[in-house]
């Protein structure tokens, strides 16, 4: 799998095709805390409604360093990265502004 193929995969996930799964797959042998590789083949696994999807997604969630980000990327049928992004953002943004009022 050459690095284009991987950024095509990161930008249209749902375009994986079995093949590049097994590719993924090898990655994450050679690389076991690449998490992208790692939620693409857990996402190609659920499409394809593999027998291995759940001993796969524990083993995901223990590589993941925020699972809520996992959690959407795997149930939505277009992860739409930009829009979590500045969700985030902006949570920062208020923690930021926010001030103790206490006693």
């Given amino acids: 799998m ?5 950024s095509h995969i990161l ?3 749902e375009a994986l095709i079995p093949e590049q ?12 805390y690449f998490q992208p590789a790692r939620a693409l083949y857990l ?6 409604e593999s027998f291995k ?7 995901t969630a223990a590589y993941t360093t925020d ?9 939505s049928e277009a992860f739409v990265q930009n829009e979590i992004s ?3 953002k902006q949570n920062t943004l208020h923690l930021k502004n926010y001030r103790c009022r206490c006693g």
């Fill in 67 to 75: 699972r809520s980000i996992l959690f959407d990327f795997i149930t």
């Fill in 43 to 48: 996402k190609g696994l659920k499409t394809n």
């Fill in 86 to 88: 500045q969700f985030i």
């Fill in 53 to 59: 999807y759940n001993q796969e997604l524990k083993t």
């Fill in 21 to 32: 799964a097994g590719h993924l797959k090898s990655i994450i042998e050679e690389f076991p």
């Fill in 2 to 6: 050459t690095s284009t193929d991987f």
């Fill in 11 to 13: 930008q249209e996930p």
